[in-house]
């Protein structure tokens, strides 16, 4: 049983050995054309992180937009109510169609028209 072990081992490590030597070096065209490759792959990810940067400034201007227009519709609701509370109905009539304008005909400067309204934006 040691014979045939010993000989397995032999026999796969000399497949090894002559499978190492015919692998061919890479020539000196590959090397530079892979040296290119990582360059291009360097710029391109350096460009694709920039893309990333600028893209999470813009998520984070829209939230704040976003936030501004809620904060903007729950005090026009406010002062509905209010207006209800003391009376003034021809100011909680002006008031109620502010807030149907801001809460369903917000325009978001692309030209999409949100919250009820049809998309009109030439994508």
Sequence with gaps: ??????????AACTIATVAGLSVS???AQDVRNDRQDLRQDRQDVRQDTRDIRGDR??????TRDI??????IHNDWRAYRNDLRTG???AARAQRADIFRDSFHHETGTGDV??????????
Excluded: E
């Design 25 to 27: 070096p890479a020539s």
């Design 57 to 62: 400034q813009d998520i984070r201007q829209d």
């Design 1 to 10: 049983m040691k014979r045939l072990t010993g000989w397995t081992v032999a």
């Design 67 to 72: 936030r501004g227009d809620r904060r903007d």
């Design 88 to 90: 003034n109905f021809a």
């Design 114 to 123: 949100v919250a009820g309204g049809s998309f009109s934006s030439q994508a």
